[in-house]
Antibody
Framework: QVQLEQSGAEVKKPGSSVKVSCRASGGSFSNYSISWVRQAPGQGLEWMGRIIPMHIIVNYAQKFQGRVTFTADRSTSTAYMELSSLRSEDTAVYYC???????????????WGQGTLVTVSS | DLVMTQSPDSLAVSLGARATINCKSSQSVLYNSNNKNYLAWYQQKPGQPPKLLIYWASTRDSGVPDRFSGSGSGTDFTLTISSLQAEDVAVYYCQQYFGTPPTFGQGTKVEIK
């Protein structure tokens, strides 16, 4: 079973950027599709986009286009999410999650990182 | 974007009783060519990430107890907990992956009565 380990909590100023990492173990990272999902305090789940490291394919949710960048380092089995121009509304827990079986169209999320709290405050 | 609406927002059920959560999609998530419903259910406990329970609307993920079951097709789906246990107290979410972006319901909080 794949395990996803995320970087620690961050406190950022409005207008700055944050970069969250997600390291995978227990499987073949290159074959994965990794999605990023965020959850504001006390709120629901919001998909931000996904990256497929093998093919260097990225898909961003329209809401985050131009402000988010996904990258991956196959040598360390690590995916990264960078969000820029931070505002208070970006305060949330950010999760990485593995898409279960993309070749079969199964984009449910079967493994999740523990989450990274990003707090945006002046 | 497809909108997923869950009902109720919360429910309190006695230990050992049945809990039923509904999820309605603004458009069908049934793909006719393979007859699969692109619908998943998750359980989230406080301070934890969501956990996948059900995918393809009715297939339990590995290790999920058989008291959890999913049903429905098209636009209307149900998650049933046949005999509620104390460890099932959580928020439950449905998610569609028929369209992009994948979208979630607002969540249903399950408590013990």
């Amino acid at each position: 079973q794949v395990q996803l380990e995320q970087s620690g909590a961050e406190v950022k100023k409005p207008g700055s950027s944050v970069k969250v990492s997600c390291r995978a173990s227990g499987g073949s990272f290159s074959n994965y599709s990794i999605s990023w999902v965020r959850q504001a305090p006390g709120q629901g789940l919001e998909w931000m986009g996904r990256i497929i490291p093998m093919h260097i394919i990225v898909n961003y949710a329209q809401k985050f286009q131009g402000r988010v960048t996904f990258t991956a380092d196959r040598s360390t089995s690590t995916a990264y999410m960078e969000l820029s121009s931070l505002r208070s509304e970006d305060t949330a827990v950010y999760y990485c999650a593995r898409d279960r079986d993309p070749p079969r169209g199964d984009y449910s999320f079967d493994s999740w990182g523990q989450g990274t709290l990003v707090t945006v405050s002046s | 974007d497809l909108v997923m609406t869950q009902s109720p927002d919360s429910l309190a059920v006695s230990l050992g009783a049945r809990a039923t959560i509904n999820c309605k999609s603004s458009q069908s998530v049934l793909y006719n060519s393979n007859n699969k419903n692109y619908l998943a259910w998750y359980q989230q406990k406080p301070g934890q990430p969501p956990k996948l329970l059900i995918y393809w609307a009715s297939t339990r993920d590995s290790g999920v107890p058989d008291r959890f079951s999913g049903s429905g097709s098209g636009t209307d789906f149900t998650l049933t907990i046949s005999s509620l246990q104390a460890e099932d107290v959580a928020v439950y979410y449905c998610q569609q992956y028929f369209g992009t972006p994948p979208t979630f319901g607002q969540g249903t909080k399950v408590e013990i009565k």
